[in-house]
């Protein structure tokens, strides 16, 4: 588990499907494309405690213009403490303290032809308090969303994604060992479908390779209630996740429950995240 998991309760309640539909203040992580999606100023806080006293928290906030595009501004943080430290014959030699920050500034852009586009530069931080080692490393990621508008047939209410994570990938180098993290590509297809007079229901899928592994299948499906009630299940690596979300007036909160690690060695977790909608939307504006 590292910081490159993901964030946002929604996403990980949908399996991590997400790359077509991120609409939120975690797309910065997910594809800085969906930027543009989000209607109003927005933040978001994400909090996950994973196992063994492993915490990781998220944090992104999300300003939207009516002409320039949108910007974003998030923090990820994976932090481990109190891990004990032994020297060659199994001596206490004391505790250390393992940090990973991620800081993100991403943009997002509406294009001719009903493309989005978007980029996050990343810097990466990885620390080893009690043994003095840090490093700090810049990242880049890129991705794309197309969002035809086909309002007839079996294409109507689809919209595809495309996300490029690392591609500048940061380089740490903590004592003689470097950790580069490779490249994340991602593609995925959201598929809407009215579900009565006042609900939604959303396919989610996505497909996801890197170099160090096959080609996986993400899946997520989410029943949307008049804008105010949600119900999610979604197969991450073969995992399956729940999720739900309640939203009152400008405040979102979204709940998901699965394992985070893919052989099934570490038990389910509870993920959490509480979103805040600020001021007037853009078409309000």
Do not use: C
Not at 68 to 91: C, H, K, P, Q, S
């Amino acid at each position: 588990m590292n910081i490159s998991y993901g964030a946002g309760a929604r996403a990980m309640g949908l399996g991590r499907a997400y790359v077509s539909i991120a609409n939120d203040a975690t797309a910065m992580f997910w594809n800085p494309a969906g930027l543009e999606l989000v209607p109003r100023t927005t933040f978001t806080l994400f909090h996950h405690q994973i196992f063994e006293g492993t915490i990781y928290d998220y944090a992104g906030f999300v300003y939207p213009t009516l002409t320039y595009g949108t910007i974003g501004i998030g923090l990820a943080r994976l932090g481990t403490g109190e891990i004990i430290m032994r020297d060659e014959f199994n001596v206490n030699i004391g505790k250390m303290n393992y940090e990973e920050d991620e800081l993100y500034f991403s943009y997002g852009k509406k294009l001719p032809w009903n493309i989005l586009a978007g980029f996050t530069f990343k810097l990466r931080r990885q620390s080893f308090t009690g043994v003095n080692e840090e490093d700090t490393s810049p990242g880049f990621d890129a991705g794309f969303m197309y969002r035809p508008g086909w309002d007839e047939g079996i294409f109507a209410n689809m919209a595809f994604g495309f996300s490029y994570r690392n591609l500048l990938s940061p380089n740490l180098r903590l004592g003689q060992e470097a950790d580069q993290e490779p490249a994340h590509l991602t593609f995925g297809m959201v598929k809407g479908l009215r579900a009565g007079e006042t609900g939604i229901f959303n396919l989610v899928v996505d497909l996801r390779q890197s170099k160090y592994e096959s080609v996986n299948l993400l899946f997520g499906t989410e029943y949307v209630f008049q804008d105010l009630g949600t119900i999610r299940v979604g197969l991450d690596n073969m995992n399956l996740a729940f999720g739900a979300g309640v939203k009152y007036s400008f405040v979102q909160i979204d709940y998901s429950f699965g394992s985070t690690i893919s052989d099934g060695e570490f038990p389910p977790t509870h993920r959490f995240s509480i979103t805040f909608d600020i001021g007037k939307s853009r078409e309000e504006l």
